[in-house]
């Protein structure tokens, strides 16, 4: 206690110094002043008596000097004292202190914005209570959390089973999509909606800040038909009324009750305005493709893991396969209950990205710091005769080491500061590029706990590359620096400073390998032929519900109208050259559904396909071609005999051998009347070119109703300069029709591929300013050198020695330096690829190709930073070389 | 032992608040004329390390000090006891004469010998 009092007592003391000081100037006055009354009473001269006086209190200035340590902390003063050096220091060599400060301030700006994503997406706090104890479950059938059909009894058996778990405190279910939602002005407005069960929210630990959840009976049929609605939705649509409680909404034509309103920072599933509970109810069906597959969260009782709820689920699976009342046979490990932490769920599909990306801004880091290392070195080199000095004159290694560090903080707290600029910058160029996986997440920004991130990075950065240069500075013997211009501890430097260099390749080849490499994949998925085009084209959805398109015994008059009606609009539109109409294009987000088709010529084959619904134009505005027979016309309508068009693959599986055409098919739902093959189309790589294509068979439109349209525009010219007569069309049809996804084949295929796109950006950024950097590394070390060797050049060109060698001498170490950071960036490469693995295409992580290439790459770089202070080496002049010092 | 010796580490700060609690406020050459005194002039102190020692004294709150005048009309600081000083020269004096009562043990039956 008493020694805190008297630390900030000195702490004080050192803000009001110069009072102290001049106080006890007085004070030791008048003691001398004293002593030296009682020296001349004794007898003594007043001369004699004033010296004694002062002998005794063993001199003035040293009393005044450890009163002054007493007075204030002489550390603190000391770094005061250190930091006003080191800023004039650095003023006086702006050359090293901007160099230092953009290098660093451009490798932290990345690592900060690069924190800034992990920060809003990986290290997110969830909005929920306690989101530590929410998982997903996948496979949860057999343990009776799970459903195999779509059908209402599913939710009470699950209801049910919810309750039976000792690790599960509350189970439900959720699914999520695209709808039309009026909220009572006439028009419609495309939204998300989440069709979920009663218990939802409380899974969740979401309370509506207005209104109240969902009962927990009310997910069953006749109950169901209620809503709680987004602060968005509350605030965009309802101007923030509080009566918008017990307002009726529609979505899909269906009537919702609003009985609450969520808080704004609840934002899940992302995106999400309405939520209703009425999770597999067959009479409201809010999704519009096939496929029906909602996911199963659980509340987890406190203190269970993961791991214990898994566990759980997993013994209740294998007893009910025993029992027989499930599936008989073992399944295999990735079929069994699977519990995922919902902050692990939601962040799966970027993770990695983000991991790869922390180690590459980490790389560029270390690269930095080593840079900026090696021209600290070269300076503690130059002023090794100062540290001689000081040392000789008595300055501890401590307070010599300590100076230099005090100077690199300095240097890294700067280029702290020039990075949140650059990440500023960087981050926004980031988002231009972002991944679609980042829509469902904030937008980053540069808050107090990244700067908090960022000011950490940099004290390290300061330490990390200040420290071989202060312990070399420490290092000085006095009497050897004195006596030597140039000695063997800076020719440790050089030497340590081509290490640094050479390591710096060596992690600059590793990020250029994994550029490279995601380069290489772009280029060969840029090559797969798709199966249909994508420049030109320009597409949009619509879906119909409601009256009047209510499907009545599949087909309604009004479904095919509207499609004609704008399909006839759309050709008006000058520029274009193709319209056409399918249900689901290429390259779409919804899900799908394969149907079992047979032959139903006799044949006995079967194959899985997806049933699509299009227009007579589609194929060709979408560039699919017909290879056998026709495509559709405007006779294949209601009165005609209903035809089919298949996908090649599909032709193939069902006829190996034989021409399709004029065979009829069978099929669930779509297939009365057995629908004759008509005409063949290529098949297509719906998912983009990583994915396989899928057999499909198209139906006309005009035959088969269908609720949801994707209309597709092609033109000679730019098709997002069409988006507005797009809307138009639409709009002249039925002007209360949302329009929705409208954009170009040419966006579809950048989103499908925007991860790619983003990691192939971001790593070819941190790649280039990595070989700069090394770049200009290799040029300081050989300049430097050259500078050193000045005399020793001259002299052995005077002996006659050809300039050409001296040419060659350097060139052939850069040349080492060079290949033993590539043998070190090809050994790591090795292990650190595998990291890119899962995102890579047509090449594997260890492509022969991009390592020669990248290796070849550095030696011409090498050789390039080498080369001009190489060649200023050799053409020394030897007589003023030797007047040099 | 026949010279005057130096203040051992550590006890100039005792030497000083008893003094004070003797004599009552005093001023710095004051102080160390008396320490002199009292020790028999068998200390030799050098003076100038007397005024860091009372500078700590006061940052620790056991001393507190103020300008005024000397017995020979001249302006001088003296220094005085807190109520912390008070009880911190019980303590240290109990102290000491626990550690000199313990160490005389040792040295007592060496002289024996």
């Known amino acids: ?885 | 032992m026949g010279g005057k010796t130096d203040v051992w580490q550590g006890t100039l700060a005792l030497m000083t608040l008893k003094t004070l609690e003797t004599m009552g406020p005093q001023h710095g050459y004051g102080l160390a004329r008396r320490i002199e005194q009292t020790s028999g002039d068998q200390l030799q102190l050098n003076y100038g390390t007397l005024y860091p020692a009372l500078l700590k004294l006061e940052q620790e709150g056991y001393i507190r000090s103020r300008w005024g005048t000397s017995e020979n009309k001249r302006r001088a600081k003296f220094y005085e006891l807190t109520k912390a000083g008070e009880r911190q020269v019980k303590k240290a004096a109990a102290e000491w004469e626990q550690a000199t009562e313990i160490l005389a043990r040792f040295l007592t039956p060496a002289e024996e010998a």
């Open chain 1, 1 to 885: 206690m008493r020694k805190l009092r008297a630390w900030m007592m000195r702490l004080c003391g050192l803000l009001s110094f110069r009072r102290g000081e001049g106080d006890f100037a007085d004070e030791l006055e008048s003691h001398v002043a004293m002593h030296t009354e009682d020296g001349i009473r004794a007898g003594l001269s007043p001369e004699e008596a004033h010296r004694q006086a002062l002998i005794r209190l063993g001199g003035a200035e040293q009393t005044r000097q450890a009163y002054r340590e007493r007075l204030g902390l002489p550390w603190l003063e000391n770094l005061r004292l250190d930091a006003r050096y080191a800023l004039r220091r650095l003023r006086n060599s702006p050359g090293y202190t901007i160099t230092a400060v953009l290098t660093l301030g451009l490798a932290i700006g990345a690592n900060t914005a690069i924190f800034s994503l992990v920060h809003a997406i990986l290290l997110r706090q969830l909005p929920f209570d306690e989101p530590s104890r929410v998982f997903t479950v996948e496979n949860g059938m057999d343990a009776g959390l799970g459903f195999n059909m779509s059908s209402k009894s599913v939710v009470a058996s699950f209801n049910e089973a919810a309750g039976s778990f000792k690790t599960i405190e509350n189970a439900t279910m959720y699914s999520s999509s695209g709808v039309n939602v009026e909220l009572g002005e006439g028009s419609a407005r495309r939204l998300k909606a989440a069709e979920t069960g009663a218990h939802f929210l409380d899974v969740l630990g979401v309370t509506p800040r207005l209104g109240r959840g969902f009962a927990s009976d009310e997910d069953l049929p006749g109950k169901d038909h209620i809503a709680v609605i987004s602060d968005r939705l509350w605030r965009s649509g309802f101007h923030a009324d509080p009566a918008a409680l017990g307002k009726t909404i529609q979505a899909n034509g269906f009537y919702f009750v609003i009985v609450g309103v969520l808080p704004p920072q609840m934002d899940f599933p992302a995106n999400v305005d309405v939520w209703t509970p009425t999770v597999f109810d067959n009479q409201t069906a809010l999704r519009e493709a096939g496929a029906y597959m909602p996911t199963v969260l659980v509340r987890a009782r406190a203190n269970n893991s993961a791991a214990a709820v898994g566990a759980e689920l997993n013994a209740r699976a294998a007893n009910s396969r025993g029992q027989g009342t499930a599936r008989a046979s073992e399944p295999a490990p990735d079929a069994r209950p699977i519990v995922t932490p919902i902050a692990a769920e939601l962040t799966k599909s970027i993770r990695a990205s983000l991991l790869m990306l922390s180690l590459a801004v980490l790389f560029l880091l270390a690269i930095a710091c080593s840079n900026v290392a090696g021209l600290a070195l070269a300076r503690t080199a130059a002023r090794r005769r100062e540290f001689a000095v000081r040392t000789a004159l008595g300055a501890t290694r401590r307070r010599v080491i300590a100076q230099q560090l005090v100077e690199s903080l300095f240097v890294a707290m700067a280029g702290g500061a020039a990075g949140v600029l650059f990440a500023h910058g960087a981050l926004r160029l980031l988002y231009l590029f972002r991944p679609a996986a980042l829509d469902a997440f904030q937008r980053p920004a540069i808050d107090t706990s990244v700067l908090i991130f960022t000011a950490s990075i940099a004290i390290a950065a300061g330490m990390a590359f200040g420290m071989a240069p202060a312990w070399l500075a420490g290092d000085a013997d006095p009497g050897d620096a004195l006596r030597a211009g140039t000695s063997h501890a800076s020719i440790r430097g050089a030497r340590l400073r081509k290490i640094l260099v050479s390591g710096e390749m060596g992690i600059a080849f590793v990020l250029l390998v994994g550029a490279g490499l995601l380069l290489r994949t772009m280029a060969n998925m840029d090559k797969v032929p798709l199966g249909y085009d994508t420049k030109g084209i320009l597409s949009f959805s619509v879906a119909l519900h409601g009256e009047p398109y209510i499907s009545k015994q599949g087909s309604s008059p009004a479904i095919s109208a509207f499609c004609a009606g704008v399909l006839d609009q759309l050709a008006r539109v000058p520029g274009v050259t193709a319209v056409g109409a399918v249900s689901s294009p290429p390259l779409d987000t919804r899900a799908d559904m394969l149907l079992p088709v047979m032959a139903a010529d006799g044949g006995q084959r079967q194959a899985g396909g997806a049933p699509r619904v299009a227009s007579d134009g589609y194929f060709g505005a979408m560039g699919i071609p017909v290879i056998e027979g026709r495509g559709f016309s405007s006779q294949d309508n209601r009165t005609n005999p209903r035809v089919v068009i298949v996908t090649k693959d599909l032709a193939d599986k069902l006829w190996p051998g034989q021409s399709p055409i004029g065979r009829p098919i069978h099929c669930f739902w779509y297939c009365d009347g057995s629908p004759r093959v008509i005409g063949v189309v290529s098949s297509n790589r719906r998912f983009g070119p990583r994915g396989d294509a899928i057999s499909e068979f198209y139906f006309p439109y005009a035959q088969q109703d269908w609720t949801y349209f994707t209309f597709v525009l092609r033109t000679n010219g730019d098709p997002a300069k069409l988006a507005s007569s797009a809307r138009r069309a639409v709009a002249a049809v039925n002007p209360s029709q949302p329009v929705y996804d409208l954009e170009t084949m040419r966006d579809r295929l950048n989103n499908n591929e925007s991860l790619l796109r983003f990691e192939l950006f971001a790593l070819s950024i941190f790649a280039a300013l990595s070989v700069l950097l090394v770049l200009i590394g290799l040029y300081g070390v050989v300049s430097y050198t050259v500078t050193q060797r000045t005399r020793e050049i001259g002299i052995r060109i005077a002996l006659g020695a050809k300039r050409d060698a001296v040419l060659r001498s350097f060139l052939r170490e850069s040349a080492l330096i060079t290949l033993a950071g590539e043998a070190l960036g090809f050994a790591a490469s090795l292990v650190v690829m595998r990291l890119l693995a899962t995102a890579l295409f047509g090449v594997t992580p260890h492509d022969p190709k991009t390592m020669i290439a990248v290796g070849l790459l550095f030696l011409l770089v090498a050789m390039a930073a080498t080369y001009l202070p190489a060649r200023r080496a050799a053409s020394i002049d030897p007589m003023q070389a030797l007047r040099i010092e």
